[in-house]
């Protein structure tokens, strides 16, 4: 494990938040829980530097400090393995359920989870048809604006989805974007009387995309379903079909994720 200087302070680098992950990487990677001193003396770092993440870690249930003055991984980082692996078997469902199922084949689907007042991508099964966008695994985009964001965002109560944006407002993508709270809100009412969500061209002019959330076992939203089509195909008909396939496609994922709803 590489060692980090005592006089590291590179602009941006976070010095702290790296020594705290070291810390936590030595912990989990040693066969006996190490003490204090194994600590500083394997990172070779400053007692006091050491001392105080110990304490901030303990405190924050990151690390558990044993009776015998040895340290092991705290309870906190379990609900982090967990929050990974319910995104792994999610991502894993996600791709054999649409190979089950063939009545979306047509659309490019995506599956995103919420971030603050983000989406994020973690999944896209891509259509043939050229939608002069592209998904990509790990991209970020402003909730409000899309299928799988409105989708995830219904699922709150109004005053929940306020409090998210309270700080700013995110930056439009193109002229149809929402641009306020209460126009948000207003989409969202919409959205929980129909049961899907609809994106008309708030990411991309000329795509339309159609949302529907995942919940898991507690009946909480854990992620959104998303199908896009150009515009020119988004008849009413077409809207209704497929956001009525969608939401049933949606409800067998999650099922499958242990929701008995």
């Given at each position: 494990m590489p060692k980090i200087s005592a006089g590291e302070n590179s602009v941006g680098s976070a010095p702290a938040l790296r020594r705290a992950v070291q810390i936590l990487d030595l912990v989990s990677e040693l066969k006996n829980p190490p003490t204090f001193t194994?600590?500083?003396?394997?990172?070779?770092?400053?007692?006091?530097?050491?001392?105080?993440?110990?304490?901030t870690l303990v405190e924050l249930g990151l690390l558990h400090r044993s009776d015998a003055g040895t340290y092991l991984l705290g309870s906190h980082t379990m609900s982090w393995a967990n929050g990974f692996l319910r995104q792994t078997d999610l991502i894993a469902e996600f791709q054999q359920l649409l190979n089950e199922r063939q009545e979306l084949n047509q659309f490019t689907v995506t599956l995103t989870v919420l971030e603050g007042t983000q989406v994020i991508y973690l999944a896209c099964a891509n259509s043939n048809t050229a939608l002069g966008f592209t998904f990509r695994i790990g991209m970020r985009l402003p909730a409000p604006f899309t299928a799988t964001g409105k989708a995830m965002l219904s699922t709150l109560s109004d005053e929940e989805v306020s409090q998210r944006f309270t700080d700013r407002w995110p930056e439009s993508l193109t002229p149809h974007s929402v641009t306020t709270r209460s126009a948000l809100?207003?989409?969202?009412?919409?959205?929980?009387?129909?049961?899907?969500s609809i994106d008309?061209?708030?990411?991309?002019?000329?795509?339309?995309?159609?949302?529907?959330p995942v919940y898991d076992f507690s009946g909480k939203a854990i992620a959104g379903l998303a199908v896009s089509m150009l515009e020119i195909?988004?008849?009413t008909?077409?809207?209704?079909?497929?956001?009525?396939?969608?939401?049933?496609?949606?409800?067998?994922?999650?099922a499958r994720m242990g929701n008995q709803d």
């Amino acid at each position: 494990m590489p060692k980090i200087s005592a006089g590291e302070n590179s602009v941006g680098s976070a010095p702290a938040l790296r020594r705290a992950v070291q810390i936590l990487d030595l912990v989990s990677e040693l066969k006996n829980p190490p003490t204090f001193t194994d600590i500083v003396t394997s990172l070779g770092l400053p007692k006091s530097s050491v001392h105080g993440l110990c304490a901030t870690l303990v405190e924050l249930g990151l690390l558990h400090r044993s009776d015998a003055g040895t340290y092991l991984l705290g309870s906190h980082t379990m609900s982090w393995a967990n929050g990974f692996l319910r995104q792994t078997d999610l991502i894993a469902e996600f791709q054999q359920l649409l190979n089950e199922r063939q009545e979306l084949n047509q659309f490019t689907v995506t599956l995103t989870v919420l971030e603050g007042t983000q989406v994020i991508y973690l999944a896209c099964a891509n259509s043939n048809t050229a939608l002069g966008f592209t998904f990509r695994i790990g991209m970020r985009l402003p909730a409000p604006f899309t299928a799988t964001g409105k989708a995830m965002l219904s699922t709150l109560s109004d005053e929940e989805v306020s409090q998210r944006f309270t700080d700013r407002w995110p930056e439009s993508l193109t002229p149809h974007s929402v641009t306020t709270r209460s126009a948000l809100l207003a989409e969202l009412a919409t959205t929980r009387q129909r049961g899907f969500s609809i994106d008309n061209g708030q990411i991309r002019d000329g795509m339309l995309c159609i949302g529907a959330p995942v919940y898991d076992f507690s009946g909480k939203a854990i992620a959104g379903l998303a199908v896009s089509m150009l515009e020119i195909e988004a008849t009413t008909e077409a809207i209704d079909l497929t956001g009525s396939a969608l939401m049933d496609i949606s409800q067998s994922l999650s099922a499958r994720m242990g929701n008995q709803d």
